[in-house]
Nanobody, 121 residues
Framework: QVQLVESGGGLVQAGGSLRLSCSISGSIFRFVTFEWYRQAPEKQREFVAALNNAAGTTNYTDTVKGRFTISKDNSRSSFDLHMNNLKPEDKAVYYC??????????????WGQGTQVTVSS
């Protein structure tokens, strides 16, 4: 029922910027957190950024602090990752992720299909 769709990936030169967007079907008020992960083909998927829906607090991995910003838009049922001063090491497939409360005190995880970010040297 819940579908996440990423957009905004592409090719940029080092030092450039991109804005990734994750659209969620339906209202996003129920969701607990909004997160971005990334994965290079030869590497493990890693955490990038998170936004707590209720509190508005954010968390970032050290390598992107000061360069990336996560935000949400309730009216558009989406959340974004603004990426500035991109570096070649930022090249990866970026995935958006959210958690939805469910029955039995469970959290359901939803992932987008991923969007490719390529940063040239």
């Amino acid at each position: 029922q819940v579908q996440l769709v990423e957009s905004g990936g592409g090719l940029v030169q080092a030092g450039g910027s991109l804005r990734l967007s994750c659209s969620i079907s339906g209202s996003i008020f129920r969701f607990v957190t909004f997160e971005w992960y990334r994965q290079a083909p030869e590497k493990q998927r890693e955490f990038v950024a998170a936004l707590n829906n209720a509190a508005g607090t954010t968390n970032y991995t050290d390598t992107v602090k000061g360069r990336f910003t996560i935000s949400k838009d309730n009216s558009r049922s989406s959340f974004d990752l603004h990426m500035n001063n991109l570096k070649p090491e930022d090249k990866a497939v970026y995935y958006c992720h959210t958690q939805e409360p469910g029955s039995w005190n469970m959290l359901y995880d939803y992932w987008g299909q991923g969007t490719q970010v390529t940063v040239s040297s």
